[in-house]
C-alpha cells in the first residue's frame, strides 16, 4: 500500500502561483511514476502531469503546458507541481495518485485507471 497526503491548495487570485505537495508513505516510492489529476465540479476527473519513475520524463496536458511543472523528491517521499499563472479554469481539486507499475517506463501515464493509489485531494480555487 501507498498512503498518499496532498497539501497546498488554497484561494488565489488570476495570474498568481500556488505549489501543490503529495507526501507518501508505504511501499516503497521511487519505484513508481506519479501523477497528478484534477475534478472541476460537475465535470470528470482529468489528467494534468505525471512523472515517470526516475524522474526523467515528465508530461503535461495542453491546458496547463508551460505554467505548470511536476517533480520529486524522492528524497523527502514528495512529489510537486508548481503551478503559474493560475487560471479560473484551473479551479479544482487535484489529487496526486501512485502508479501501479513498479518500474514502469512506457510513458503512458494518462489514464487514471493505472493509479491505484490516491490522496484525498485539496482545494485550489482561482479567482478572477
Known amino acids: 500500500q501507498v498512503q498518499l497526503v496532498e497539501s497546498g491548495g488554497g484561494l488565489v487570485q488570476a495570474g498568481g502561483s500556488l505549489r501543490l505537495s503529495c507526501a507518501a508513505s508505504?511501499?516503497?516510492?521511487?519505484?513508481?511514476?506519479m501523477g497528478w489529476f484534477r475534478q472541476a465540479p460537475g465535470r470528470e476527473r482529468e489528467f494534468v502531469a505525471a512523472?515517470?519513475?526516475?524522474?526523467?520524463?515528465?508530461y503535461y496536458a495542453e491546458s496547463v503546458k508551460g505554467r505548470f511543472t511536476i517533480s520529486r523528491d524522492d528524497a523527502k517521499n514528495t512529489v510537486y507541481l508548481q503551478m503559474n499563472s493560475l487560471k479560473p479554469e484551473d479551479t479544482a481539486v487535484y489529487y496526486c495518485?501512485?502508479?501501479?507499475?513498479?518500474?514502469?517506463?512506457?510513458?503512458?501515464?494518462?489514464?487514471?485507471?493505472?493509479?491505484?493509489?490516491w490522496g484525498q485531494g485539496t482545494q485550489v480555487t482561482v479567482s478572477s
Open positions: 495518485a501512485a502508479d501501479g507499475r513498479p518500474f514502469y517506463n512506457g510513458g503512458n501515464y494518462f489514464a487514471g485507471s493505472d493509479y491505484p493509489y
Open positions: 508505504g511501499r516503497t516510492f521511487s519505484v513508481f511514476a
Open positions: 512523472i515517470n519513475y526516475s524522474g526523467t520524463r515528465t
